[in-house]
């Protein structure tokens, strides 16, 4: 068979020029305005896509058991991968990397968490006895303040608020006879990330390499090279989020130290899981320190307090990241809340967790197959709507 004979291989993701011979029109088309029927191809169109979504939202809800620890398990990959691959360019067995990944993240986690227990089990007493002022002091304040409120006001209040408890007793019940199938579903689900985490560092490219032989032979190139951009994505948003978290921690975790805030370990913690979760989990956490300051140790140190979430949060942002990591391409924190916020509605706490690094690897794998990047293994460069990854600063003088 000569070469001009030879069947070649169409390109799926080229456009090609649409051909006009086939199209059917009748009378009561040519009535129509073009303009509305342009719009109404884009609206069928939109409906179509609207409605793959909605299914595939729909599929991940109903297999939520499963798509959750499969989410933690990539998302804890991505994290310990930079130290993961660095032992393995440096000669380390895989089964080696493996054990030492693991064994490391457990036993820091293991220490925060006899940390948190330590401090709190040290300062239990004393935080029971701030509590105790606190609730006498704000009853006062409800009686000299501007409210005005009798004694049998507040007792009124706190009868209807028992009222109300007590009317909801049948779904409390129902939710603590629910909660050996919750703590079931959580091990269960604890176990299941464990193992595609093990899967993962153990034999992720084959598992990658069986996945892509999952779509048409014309389009694996394509769709290996966008998932490859999108995970280079997933890692550096990874790293960059835990630099966030570290550094986040350890100055609001030190400044609540210095201003005697109550708890100050549990809140260095709280904040260093709170910024996975980008601007929302660090306004949150930051917010729980300052209502604790200004609970157990007054107005003033509540707002020294929150001088230092904010100062934290600025010198992070426009000083040490940069430094460390190069100048980024930086998304609008609109775009960020948007995106945490509609997870949060479809999926809760999970949802907002993995709406940002989801997101981040929609795009840049869109982005690489509309540009045509997949074809030479280069980082996309069309217009990227949400980047993390971080770019090199620009010389001035070239």
Not at 111 to 133: D, H, I, K, N
Not at 231 to 238: E, G, K, P, Q, S
Not at 275 to 299: D, E, H, Q, R, W
Request: net charge positive; hydrophobic share 60%.
């Amino acid at each position: 068979m000569s070469e001009d004979q030879r069947p070649r291989l169409r390109d799926l993701f080229r456009p090609r020029p649409v051909s006009i011979d086939r199209i059917v029109t009748t009378d009561a088309d040519e009535a129509v305005p073009p303009r509305l029927r342009i719009t109404a191809a884009y609206a069928w169109r939109l409906l179509l896509i609207a409605a793959a979504i909605g299914v595939f939202i729909w599929l991940v809800m109903l297999l939520k058991l499963l798509v959750i620890p499969l989410m933690v398990a990539i998302l804890i990959t991505a994290l310990l991968w930079p130290a993961f691959e660095w032992m393995l360019r440096h000669r380390f067995p895989r089964w080696a990397a493996i054990a030492v990944s693991l064994l490391g993240t457990t036993a820091i986690v293991a220490g925060l968490v006899w940390l948190v227990v330590w401090q709190v089990r040290l300062e239990l007493p004393a935080v029971q006895a701030s509590t105790t002022e606190a609730l006498d002091n704000f009853q006062v304040w409800l009686h000299e303040g501007p409210l005005q409120l009798s004694d049998k006001q507040i007792a009124d209040y706190i009868d209807q608020g028992f009222a109300m408890i007590e009317e909801q007793t049948q779904a409390l019940l129902s939710g603590a006879l629910a909660i050996g199938t919750t703590l079931g579903h959580v091990l269960t689900g604890a176990l299941l990330a464990l193992f595609s985490l093990i899967c993962l560092l153990a034999d992720g490219g084959g598992i990658w390499r069986w996945t892509v032989k999952l779509f048409p032979r014309n389009a694996r190139p394509a769709v290996d090279g966008a998932a490859r951009n999108g995970w280079r994505t997933i890692v550096n948003y990874a790293r960059t989020q835990l630099f966030v978290a570290t550094i986040d921690a350890v100055g609001i975790g030190l400044g609540a130290f210095l201003l005697q805030v109550p708890l100050a370990l549990p809140v260095a913690v709280l904040v260093f899981l709170g910024s996975f979760i980008p601007i929302v989990g660090a306004v949150a956490t930051g917010a729980v320190a300052v209502f604790l300051a200004l609970v157990y140790n007054g107005p003033l140190i509540a707002l020294f307090m929150l001088l230092v979430v904010l100062a934290v949060q600025q010198i992070e942002g426009h000083i040490l990241q940069p430094i460390m990591m190069g100048s980024a391409v930086k998304v609008h924190p609109l775009a960020v809340v948007l995106v945490v916020a509609g997870g949060a509605m479809i999926a809760g706490i999970p949802g907002a967790l993995f709406a940002v690094p989801l997101a981040a690897f929609v795009n840049v794998a869109a982005v690489t197959l509309s540009s045509g990047s997949w074809r030479t293994g280069a980082a996309p460069r069309g217009d990227l709507i949400w980047s993390t990854v971080p770019r090199e600063a620009r010389r001035r003088n070239r």
